[in-house]
């Protein structure tokens, strides 16, 4: 094998230009490269300015170009068909060491091409310190690995310049100043602020090591670490991806002809589903669960006046689930009994009048509860990863509480006696697993990993019937391969939080789960009871999504703020009827849709931009979706009577009007009053007929 390279200085002249052709290694379904051969490879040249990779197209790759600039500090500028796709921004690669000090790397002082990587030097602003790295190009991507040589590092992150790459997508629920993710999800990310420093397998919230852009360019992280992401902190138009270690930053960078593409090569390394936890009765109808209707302050007696009301009503669903606050103590995963006197007959009731029966369960044991002592003197809980000869304990909103170990079996078998006994007692269908599986306080067990420990949640909560709430695991091939039912975090209950569930559902599908639902409609984080028309309109949206999750009454609830029953009139319970009728009609053409994310991996809520890469405006449009295929869903998600709904290009058959409209236009102030909700079937798509059948 000849090998290229070259040390200079930065007074270097001009170097003489050279190139190497080598094998090619195009890239496979699954992510990993494939032996190929071939005379029109990826090569490395070299100008008076700049040392450049090309790696030319394939029939199905479109070919791109890495720069990286032999004078000024070291930047990385990746482009198609000679235009810049993704750039890296100031102090691109950063790291610290010892006072924990940004430094960066500088100048390029010496390049080498061997074996199909391409190995790049560079000096550092840290004293005696450089930068090494690696790129290895296949045909629609390459990997980015890179250590610092010289000092023990700490952290390492890159940096991009958000508008080299137009807008960006994909990272999961985003913390923002503005109330993230409860009642803030920006779309596109660059249209607002995020500020995550715990992004991690860890986390509460559903997030990905994954981004990708209206350029067709994409970035993943390969990391099990904590990362510190910054998107547009502060409006800097910077996009910092810190990795919160010192090991070597493995990345890959995406370059391709649509951003579907770029989705699709992402799915092809962390892989599709499998299943669906969810069957074909969950996807159709309701789940009505007891927390935003009640919070904590629920009993037996409320609850079955709760599911009677509803039932009364006609107002259909699949499952009674009752949610936090049934437990003596938490942990002990016995009922309370001067809540819940009598809880089998409880069930039966709820049984009698169509329901299935469903309660939330954790792994988080309070200090209070009497299973705690007995489980930390067998070693059942996670240890401290302080002190790991004792306890790991966590705060949550419910107190202080040591983690079951998923890691030891014996831990995972007691806890699953436990379980088992109680819904055997009790006649219980199925349970809402919730909190986490792990806390970055704790340390594992045998050396058991963040992505462990989401891996071993998972395969705890599969051998269950989660009733359609699913569990909320990410970051990793055994999350995404899971094929849980996805629900968001708690959102409030004003028009901002459902705006915010409806991108928040775009980021979740776009990243790699496909069967997304809303928070519970009419949202459930503790602020006053929804207005009858944030609560309508909740439901509305919902219909339009894969899974319908319900809480809070359209007959009448509690406002958590003051404990005053609030009453909604029959107009709030025939239109809440009315969306959980469309859902219903919708569902064979949904379970279509699971069928197909099964087979490819394909998300059913998608931005317009995945189904129409073409029509610059739907980029930033993050009020609208595409169901599969065939359905765009407009819904009004807020207090106006009107909205302007974008229609990419195609013919459009309007739901609500019976007409047929041609796009790519722009239906301004569409009328929307609280009875309508704006929905279009593209007729020539895959399932229109089925579609229009639903919603003729």
């Known amino acids: 094998m000849r090998i290229l390279s070259r040390k200079f200085s930065r007074t270097s002249g001009c170097l003489l230009a050279a190139a190497l052709t080598v094998a090619?290694?195009?890239?496979?379904?699954?992510?990993?490269?494939?032996?190929?051969?071939?005379?029109?490879?990826?090569?490395?040249?070299?100008?008076?300015?700049?040392v450049t990779l090309d790696v030319p197209a394939t029939h199905d790759s479109p070919g791109y170009s890495l720069s990286v600039p032999k004078s000024g500090q070291l930047a990385l500028t990746t482009r198609r068909s000679g235009h810049t796709v993704l750039a890296t921004g100031p102090d691109a690669l950063r790291f610290t060491s010892g006072d924990n000090t940004w430094q960066h790397a500088t100048t390029l002082t010496g390049w080498r091409w061997r074996d199909g990587v391409l190995t790049l030097t560079a000096d550092t602003t840290l004293a005696g310190t450089t930068v090494e790295a690696r790129v290895t190009p296949t045909a629609d991507r390459y990997r980015l690995d890179w250590d610092v040589k010289g000092a023990g590092a700490t952290r390492l992150g890159l940096t991009y310049g958000l508008n080299s790459a137009g807008h960006w997508y994909g990272h999961g629920e985003t913390t923002t100043p503005s109330g993230g993710p409860y009642t803030d999800q920006p779309w596109p990310l660059d249209a607002g602020q995020v500020e995550q420093d715990d992004f991690s397998a860890a986390s509460y919230q559903m997030v990905d090591p994954f981004w990708y852009t209206q350029s067709s360019a994409g970035l993943y992280v390969d990391t099990g670490d904590t990362m510190d992401v910054a998107l547009n902190s502060g409006g800097d138009g910077l996009g910092r991806f810190t990795v919160e270690s010192g090991s070597t930053y493995k990345a890959t960078v995406f370059v391709e002809s649509t951003p579907r593409d770029v989705y699709r090569d992402y799915i092809g390394i962390v892989g599709k589903p499998r299943q669906s936890d969810a069957?074909?009765?969950?996807?159709?109808?309701?789940?009505?669960?007891?927390w935003a209707q009640f919070y904590t302050n629920v009993n037996q007696e409320k609850l079955l006046e709760y599911a009677t009301d509803l039932h009364a009503n006609g107002v259909d669903g699949h499952t009674i689930q009752l949610d936090d606050k049934w437990e003596s103590n938490y942990g002990n995963m016995t009922f309370?009994?001067?809540?819940y006197p009598d809880p089998k007959a409880m069930s039966d009731q709820i049984h009698a009048m169509g329901y299935d029966f469903g309660l939330w369960v954790t792994l988080w044991i309070n200090l209070d509860s009497a299973n705690y002592q007995y489980a930390a003197d067998h070693d059942y809980l996670l240890h401290d990863a302080a002190d790991p000869t004792k306890p790991c304990t966590v705060t949550w909103w419910n107190g202080t509480a040591g983690i079951v170990d998923l890691a030891n079996p014996e831990a995972k078998a007691w806890y699953q006696g436990n379980l088992q006994k109680l819904m055997d007692t009790y006649d219980v269908d199925g349970l809402k697993f919730d909190t986490r599986f792990f806390d970055d306080h704790c340390t594992g067990r045998d050396g058991n990993t963040r992505t462990d420990y989401q891996r071993l949640g998972s395969e705890l909560a599969d051998s269950y019937d989660l009733q359609g709430a699913g569990i909320r695991v990410h970051w990793g091939s055994a999350a995404h391969q899971a094929g849980f039912v996805i629900r968001q975090i708690d959102k409030g209950t004003g028009w901002d939080s459902l705006r915010a569930a409806v991108s928040q559902n775009l980021a979740l599908s776009t990243i790699g789960y496909p069967f997304v639902e809303t928070d519970m409609i009419g949202g459930s984080s503790g602020q006053p009871a929804p207005t009858k028309e944030v609560l309508v309109r909740w439901a509305q949206t919902a219909s339009y999504m894969p899974l319908m999750y319900a809480s809070t009454s359209p007959v009448d609830t509690i406002d958590a703020t003051t404990g005053q029953k609030v009453d909604y009139d029959q107009q709030t319970v025939d239109l809440y009827r009315e969306a959980i009728a469309r859902h219903e009609r919708l569902a064979p053409y949904i379970w279509d849709q699971v069928q197909n994310s099964l087979r490819t991996g394909d998300p059913i809520v998608r931005p317009l931009f995945f189904d129409f890469p073409q029509d610059k405006a739907g980029y930033t449009v993050g009020d609208e979706w595409m169901l599969g295929p065939a359905v765009l869903s407009a819904p009004n998600l807020t207090s106006a009577d009107t909205r302007d709904i974008h229609l990419p290009p195609g013919r459009w058959y309007d739901v609500n009007r019976h007409t047929t409209i041609k796009g790519p236009t722009t239906l301004k102030a569409y009328a929307a009053p609280l009875g309508v909700t704006p929905a279009f079937v593209n007729l020539h798509a895959k399932g229109a007929v089925e579609a229009l059948r639903a919603l003729r």
């Open 336 to 339: 309370d009994p001067k809540a």
């Open 24 to 50: 090619f290694l195009p890239s496979t379904a699954n992510g990993s490269p494939a032996q190929a051969s071939g005379a029109h490879g990826p090569r490395v040249s070299q100008s008076a300015g700049a």
């Open 279 to 290: 069957t074909y009765e969950q996807y159709a109808k309701p789940l009505w669960n007891s």
